[in-house]
Each structure stands twice: as structure tokens, then as C-alpha cells.
């Protein structure tokens, strides 16, 4: 018996399903997994939810992080937009998308934020990462901190641009709470997101996110990512009328699909979102207390905890000071002593008597003896007129109550920002200072003084977190600067 021939026809057949079963079937088995969370920006309302909290490879949208911390150390005085970075040949090795920087180039921080923000550079994360912590891996500490901060409880980072990595994992609302942290807590850098090109320093660049931009109406942000891992993701943020939406998008399986989805969801959140609702905007992090949390597998140590807690808001009551058996008068609640008003013309006179002929760094104590002087003698004439139960006897073991004036409110510190050979040149340089550095020189008085060697050029009328400040923020532009405390 002849065997029989297959056809050439079904012969075709058979090798196109077996390239299905061996190509087609595991590709879509490694089909990235599918998140998506919908808010109300201006109130966090959640609006739409699927695998939210679902732990999954975030790609570039990991930059976001990136650049919050970038923004955070400018506004600090760790660094900034003018310092001049250079690439080390870890960052310039990183894989592309990348801006192709040469390691020892040197460029300035503002064009790596450029690149990272709109190119979505790999090269440019890792240099700013490395700019600011002194390596990758101590930045990564300082994301986990600030995620931590954020309430995005549900991620770890491992590096500064999002290339998958083991453990380098985030969830579909902790991202949507990290772009909406980058719209509400750094306004003037937010326009970045929606620039459609940019000049990156070594050339221009044109934004991964400029089709859903160009053909979302009301759309200005924020962020891609794309890897084999994570998918096609996205968060995007658009603005009509009153309302505003934040869409995250995790496992796409393309441009074109992903864009469509989160145009999808746009349009779900707009309509379910109030015409009018309250701006509830975010907490701003607080670093205090918030311990380091290392790398897992990373063999540095610990990384500084950042603190951000400024002024002090309470502090402790001074001691009394101890006195003579002597009966001392006490301002009562029924009859308190600033209610007489000759009293008080006596007091504001015995100031200005006692402030005028004071010299200028007693002016204080001045005041304080004008207004509280150690009794020697029960008190007589005026205050001994005031009704019986409105004086007390003092304990067996006499105090006095001490009223501090001060209408400086701590503002005792200032700056120096340089010697100079004549008045005029230190006036200028302090003009020059102040517009520069006017979120916070503003409302300081500027004052030169006279020196053997000099004219000083300072800055004076400061809080002592506002004086530090200030000159992190002038050190970073390479402006010296030195406190001036109290006297």
C-alpha cells in the first residue's frame, strides 16, 4: 500500500499552529497584569478601582519618585537647578531610553530633570539619584523613606529609573498618590509633564507621553513607563472646568491600547466626579521619625534620616525666679493689671525711658526690668489701690511672675553673604542675593556694616530655620554664606 501524501496546503496548516502553540500561546501568557485606579484629584474620592493594591513592576513611572526628590532638595538647599552634575559610567552605562551622556561629562541638574521628566532618560535618573545621595543605592533608601512619608505603603524601590529589578515593586494607587503629591506639593515645576519637547542640555527631546497630550483634551501629565515586566503603564492627570482626574493604568499592551484605556477612564471619572467639590489638598511629608529603611541585598548602611520639622511650636515654661518673703502682686483673671490704663501709659513710658537709655544689645533686658523689676518692698501708691480680693498672698516660699516682651517673634538670626572693599559693592551683592533667594530673604532687612577689614553684607531679622535655610540654599549655588546669631 502507497503511503499517502500530505498536501502542501495542510502541510502550511500544521507549521503555522505549531508557530501559535509555541510563539502565540506563551507570549500572551506573559502578558503583563492589569491595574487601573481612577480619583477626584481635588478631594483623593476614589472614583474607579481594579487590582489596585496589586504589587506589580512599575517601569518608568518610577521616576516620578525620582524627580519629587529632585524638586524636595532644590526647595531644601541640598542642591541646585545650576550645579553642575557629572556623569559617573554607571550612570552613562544604564540602557536606553537615555540622553547618551559620557561618563566624566559634566551638565547641570536642570537639564537631567528635563531629560528624566520628558525623554524619561535612564542616564539622567541615575545622575540625579547619584547627585544628590552620592550613589543609587542611598537614593534608593531615600525613596523608600519619602514613599514611606507618602503613605504609599505598598511599594519599594531599588533604583532611580525603574528598570525591572527584584523587589523594585508598586501598586496602581500608590502611583496615583505619588502624581497627585507632584501636582499639589510642587506647582512650579508640574508644567514639566506636559511639555511636548524640551532641551535636555545635549539635545532636544521630545515628551513618551505626547499623543495621549495631544489628543486628550484637558491633559498635562504625567508619566510613562514601558518594560517586558510591567507593560504599558501610565499616569495621567487631566483638567476640564472645576474637575480634575488622576488616572493610573498598570499592564497595557501597547500605546495605542493603553492610551485608549486611560482615555476610557478619564471619561468614567469625569462624569462621575461633582461639578464642585473642596481643593483637599495632600498632606506635605514630614521625615521626622520616619526610620531608614536599607535596600534589601544592598551591603551599604543606613541612610540619614531626612528631617523637615521646622520651627519649634511649644516650648517648656521658664523657671520662676525665686524672691524675698516680701508679698508679691499677681495680675488676677478678675482684675488683671494691663486693664488700668494709667498703669499701662506708666509701663509703656517706663519701656521707652528704660529702652533709650539702654545700649542696643541690652534692649531687651531693658525692657524686661522696665516691666518686671525684683519687688524689694510690698507694693504701694497704685497697684496697693486695687481691691483686696484681687491681691493674693504669695506662698511661704515667694515667686515672682515674669512677663517676657518680645515683638520679634525669634526673628534674632541673619546671614553674611560676603566682605567687601566698599558699601556699594556689598549693597549690590545684597540686591543681587535677595532676588535671587526671595522665598526667603524676603522681608529680611538688608544692612551693611563697617569693618577694619570691610564692609559685611548681611542679612538680619531672620528665624534660625529660616537663616539655616537660606544659606543651604546659597551654598548650593555657590554663594557664601554664614548664620549670625542673636548679639
Given at each position: 500500500?502507497?503511503?499517502?501524501?500530505?498536501?502542501?496546503?495542510?502541510?502550511?496548516?500544521?507549521?503555522?499552529a505549531?508557530?501559535?502553540?509555541?510563539?502565540?500561546?506563551?507570549?500572551?501568557?506573559?502578558?503583563?497584569?492589569?491595574?487601573?485606579?481612577?480619583?477626584?484629584?481635588?478631594?483623593?474620592?476614589?472614583l474607579h478601582?481594579?487590582?489596585?493594591?496589586?504589587?506589580?513592576?512599575?517601569?518608568?513611572?518610577?521616576?516620578?519618585?525620582?524627580?519629587?526628590?529632585?524638586?524636595?532638595?532644590?526647595?531644601?538647599?541640598?542642591i541646585?537647578?545650576?550645579?553642575?552634575?557629572?556623569?559617573?559610567k554607571?550612570?552613562?552605562?544604564?540602557?536606553?531610553?537615555?540622553?547618551?551622556?559620557?561618563?566624566?561629562?559634566?551638565?547641570?541638574?536642570?537639564?537631567?530633570?528635563?531629560?528624566?521628566?520628558?525623554?524619561?532618560?535612564?542616564?539622567?535618573a541615575?545622575?540625579?539619584?547619584?547627585?544628590?545621595?552620592?550613589?543609587?543605592?542611598k537614593?534608593?533608601?531615600?525613596?523608600?523613606?519619602?514613599?514611606?512619608?507618602l503613605?504609599m505603603?505598598?511599594?519599594?524601590?531599588k533604583?532611580?529609573h525603574?528598570l525591572?529589578?527584584?523587589?523594585?515593586?508598586?501598586?496602581?494607587?500608590?502611583?496615583?498618590?505619588?502624581?497627585r503629591?507632584?501636582?499639589?506639593?510642587?506647582?512650579?515645576?508640574?508644567?514639566?509633564?506636559s511639555r511636548?519637547?524640551?532641551?535636555?542640555?545635549?539635545?532636544?527631546?521630545?515628551?513618551?507621553?505626547?499623543?495621549?497630550?495631544?489628543s486628550?483634551?484637558?491633559?498635562d501629565?504625567?508619566?510613562?513607563?514601558?518594560?517586558?515586566?510591567?507593560?504599558?503603564?501610565?499616569?495621567?492627570s487631566?483638567?476640564r472646568?472645576?474637575e480634575?482626574?488622576?488616572?493610573?493604568?498598570?499592564?497595557?499592551?501597547?500605546?495605542?491600547?493603553?492610551?485608549?484605556?486611560?482615555?476610557e477612564?478619564?471619561?468614567?471619572?469625569?462624569?462621575?466626579?461633582?461639578?464642585?467639590?473642596?481643593?483637599?489638598?495632600?498632606?506635605?511629608?514630614?521625615?521626622?521619625?520616619?526610620?531608614?529603611?536599607?535596600?534589601?541585598?544592598?551591603?551599604?548602611?543606613?541612610?540619614?534620616?531626612?528631617?523637615?520639622?521646622?520651627?519649634?511650636?511649644?516650648?517648656?515654661r521658664?523657671?520662676?525666679?525665686?524672691?524675698?518673703?516680701?508679698?508679691?502682686?499677681?495680675?488676677?483673671?478678675?482684675?488683671?493689671?494691663?486693664?488700668?490704663?494709667?498703669?499701662?501709659?506708666?509701663?509703656?513710658?517706663?519701656?521707652?525711658?528704660?529702652?533709650?537709655?539702654?545700649?542696643?544689645?541690652?534692649?531687651?533686658?531693658?525692657?524686661?526690668?522696665?516691666?518686671?523689676?525684683?519687688?524689694?518692698?510690698?507694693?504701694?501708691?497704685?497697684?496697693?489701690?486695687?481691691?483686696?480680693?484681687?491681691?493674693?498672698?504669695?506662698?511661704?516660699?515667694?515667686?515672682?511672675?515674669?512677663?517676657?516682651?518680645s515683638?520679634?517673634?525669634?526673628?534674632?538670626?541673619?546671614?553674611?553673604?560676603?566682605?567687601f572693599?566698599?558699601?556699594?559693592?556689598a549693597?549690590?551683592?545684597?540686591?543681587?542675593?535677595?532676588?535671587?533667594?526671595?522665598?526667603?530673604?524676603?522681608?529680611?532687612?538688608?544692612?551693611?556694616?563697617?569693618?577694619?577689614q570691610?564692609?559685611?553684607?548681611?542679612?538680619?531679622?531672620?528665624?534660625?530655620?529660616?537663616?539655616?535655610l537660606?544659606?543651604?540654599?546659597?551654598?548650593a549655588?555657590?554663594?557664601?554664606?554664614?548664620?549670625?546669631?542673636?548679639?
Amino acid at each position: 500500500m502507497r503511503a499517502r501524501r500530505v498536501q502542501p496546503a495542510r502541510y502550511g496548516l500544521f507549521i503555522l499552529a505549531a508557530i501559535w502553540i509555541l510563539v502565540v500561546l506563551p507570549l500572551s501568557a506573559m502578558a503583563a497584569p492589569y491595574a487601573a485606579y481612577v480619583i477626584d484629584a481635588r478631594t483623593n474620592e476614589v472614583l474607579h478601582s481594579r487590582n489596585a493594591d496589586t504589587r506589580l513592576h512599575p517601569a518608568s513611572l518610577t521616576k516620578m519618585m525620582t524627580l519629587y526628590i529632585a524638586f524636595d532638595a532644590i526647595k531644601r538647599g541640598e542642591i541646585s537647578l545650576d550645579t553642575k552634575v557629572k556623569i559617573s559610567k554607571h550612570a552613562a552605562s544604564e540602557p536606553p531610553s537615555k540622553l547618551g551622556m559620557r561618563p566624566g561629562q559634566t551638565i547641570a541638574l536642570r537639564y537631567l530633570i528635563r531629560g528624566a521628566a520628558v525623554k524619561s532618560a535612564n542616564d539622567a535618573a541615575t545622575a540625579i539619584g547619584e547627585a544628590i545621595s552620592g550613589s543609587e543605592a542611598k537614593f534608593a533608601r531615600r525613596m523608600n523613606r519619602t514613599a514611606k512619608a507618602l503613605g504609599m505603603t505598598n511599594t519599594t524601590f531599588k533604583n532611580a529609573h525603574g528598570l525591572t529589578e527584584s523587589g523594585h515593586m508598586s501598586t496602581a494607587r500608590d502611583m496615583t498618590t505619588m502624581g497627585r503629591h507632584l501636582l499639589y506639593d510642587f506647582p512650579e515645576y508640574y508644567n514639566l509633564f506636559s511639555r511636548i519637547t524640551a532641551d535636555a542640555g545635549v539635545r532636544k527631546v521630545s515628551h513618551t507621553n505626547r499623543r495621549f497630550l495631544a489628543s486628550y483634551k484637558g491633559a498635562d501629565g504625567i508619566k510613562t513607563g514601558y518594560t517586558r515586566a510591567a507593560g504599558f503603564n501610565l499616569t495621567a492627570s487631566a483638567e476640564r472646568g472645576n474637575e480634575r482626574i488622576i488616572v493610573t493604568v498598570f499592564g497595557g499592551t501597547s500605546t495605542t491600547a493603553r492610551n485608549a484605556k486611560v482615555a476610557e477612564l478619564m471619561d468614567l471619572g469625569f462624569r462621575r466626579a461633582p461639578s464642585k467639590a473642596p481643593l483637599i489638598k495632600p498632606a506635605k511629608p514630614l521625615y521626622a521619625d520616619i526610620e531608614d529603611t536599607p535596600v534589601a541585598n544592598n551591603s551599604g548602611g543606613a541612610g540619614k534620616t531626612i528631617r523637615l520639622v521646622g520651627a519649634v511650636t511649644t516650648s517648656k515654661r521658664p523657671h520662676l525666679r525665686p524672691t524675698t518673703n516680701d508679698a508679691v502682686v499677681i495680675a488676677t483673671a478678675e482684675a488683671p493689671v494691663a486693664t488700668s490704663p494709667l498703669l499701662a501709659q506708666d509701663i509703656n513710658a517706663a519701656i521707652k525711658q528704660a529702652v533709650a537709655a539702654a545700649p542696643a544689645k541690652d534692649v531687651q533686658s531693658a525692657s524686661l526690668a522696665a516691666v518686671s523689676p525684683r519687688p524689694t518692698a510690698r507694693p504701694t501708691g497704685l497697684i496697693a489701690s486695687i481691691a483686696p480680693t484681687q491681691v493674693q498672698k504669695a506662698p511661704p516660699q515667694q515667686q515672682e511672675v515674669v512677663t517676657r516682651v518680645s515683638t520679634s517673634g525669634g526673628r534674632h538670626w541673619g546671614v553674611n553673604v560676603g566682605r567687601f572693599p566698599s558699601r556699594y559693592a556689598a549693597e549690590t551683592v545684597l540686591v543681587k542675593t535677595a532676588l535671587s533667594e526671595i522665598s526667603t530673604l524676603d522681608g529680611t532687612l538688608r544692612k551693611v556694616v563697617q569693618r577694619p577689614q570691610g564692609y559685611d553684607a548681611n542679612f538680619l531679622g531672620m528665624t534660625r530655620e529660616t537663616a539655616d535655610l537660606a544659606c543651604r540654599r546659597l551654598a548650593a549655588r555657590n554663594v557664601s554664606c554664614f548664620m549670625i546669631g542673636p548679639g
